[in-house]
């Protein structure tokens, strides 16, 4: 089944202990990007990737890093979390470019105390 | 980035009711995207505009790329208890894709 998977899909942490969301992709995308969503605020752009070992930022990139080292996954990292990092996360993925339809992952609840 | 404005915030209806909701944005555009997102789900994209004035169907939905191309327009026929759901509009620009803040839709049956 073609599909986009994050995990883990909740996560409670306490502030200043790194930690990573995985987002894996079995449809061969080129395409992938994370976004953060907070209520009113519709979902942001984090940073995203045109292909492997191309990443740029998004709108809000402050306090996360990602990597591309394969074309599947897409991780997003937080090195030293902080509570106003609290947020439903999204990873996505597209064939080729944001035009064309975007596949979202389930999402990732994250917590940080 | 650039922010798009997207209203009513939340609509409380009747099923049966029509629908209507719309972004705005103050900068010209040449994509406009709509995605809708279920309760626990990620969102899914209903219909992309590529052109200034393009009037796109799905069903019972429908929607415009404003003829100015800063604005677009969702419309919802005969709602019905499944439309329930967060419903945004996104603009391209470059390589980036920025969502509106989403107007929350609920139907009462």
């Known amino acids: 089944e073609a599909q986009v998977t994050q995990n883990p899909r909740y996560l409670i942490t306490v502030t200043g202990k790194k930690l990573t969301v995985t987002c894996s992709q079995n449809?061969?995308?080129?395409?992938m990007s994370w976004y953060r969503q907070d209520p009113g605020l519709g979902l942001r752009q984090i940073y995203y990737s045109m292909n492997v070992e191309v990443t740029d930022k998004g709108d809000v990139p402050e306090g996360y890093k990602v990597s591309r080292k394969e074309k599947r996954n897409f991780p997003l990292i937080l090195e030293s979390p902080s509570p106003n990092q609290t947020s439903l996360y999204f990873c996505?993925?597209?064939?080729?470019?944001?035009?064309?339809?975007?596949?979202f992952g389930p999402g990732t609840r994250l917590l940080v105390l | 980035g650039q922010q798009l404005n997207q209203s009513p915030q939340s609509m409380f209806i009747q099923e049966g009711e029509d629908v209507s909701m719309n972004c705005t944005s103050s900068?010209?555009?040449?994509?406009w995207l709509w995605y809708k997102q279920d309760p626990g789900e990620g969102p899914v994209l209903l219909i992309a505009?590529?052109?200034?004035?393009e009037l796109t169907s799905n069903g019972r939905l429908t929607a415009q790329f404003g003829i100015t191309r800063k604005d677009s327009f969702l419309n919802i026929s005969a709602s019905i208890p499944s439309d329930v759901g967060i419903y945004f509009c996104?603009?391209?620009?470059?390589?980036?894709?920025?969502f509106g803040g989403g107007t929350r839709l609920m139907v009462k049956p």
């Open positions: 505009l590529y052109k200034a004035g």
């Open positions: 900068s010209i555009f040449n994509t």
């Open positions: 449809m061969n995308h080129e395409y």
């Open positions: 996505a993925s597209s064939l080729g470019s944001p035009e064309e339809t975007q596949y």
């Open positions: 996104a603009r391209i620009a470059g390589n980036m894709l920025t």
